[in-house]
């Protein structure tokens, strides 16, 4: 039977290359999983970074960031330990 792939976010303050780059690298380290990704660049407050994560503690994913202001990286940290999602 051919197995759901897992997702993975892809959350960034920017275009999000960086992060893309790290979750392939990641991947690469569980063939043959399948998996696939979901960018969301440009992430520019708490209530949308906290909503991306209400969004991924609903489905088997992790999430991958690159985020430098600090109160956005602090609230999807906090929200992913709440939610138990990998981050």
Do not use: W
């Amino acid at each position: 039977t051919m197995q759901d792939p897992y997702t993975i976010y892809i959350v960034s303050d920017s275009v999000g290359e960086t992060a893309e780059h790290l979750a392939k690298a990641i991947a690469e380290q569980f063939k043959p999983a399948m998996y696939e990704t979901r960018k969301f660049p440009y992430v520019d407050s708490v209530e949308t970074a906290r909503d991306i994560v209400a969004e991924a503690s609903a489905k088997d994913t992790m999430i991958i960031f690159t985020i430098v202001i600090e109160s956005i990286r602090d609230a999807i940290v906090q929200e992913c330990a709440a939610k138990n999602v990998p981050c």
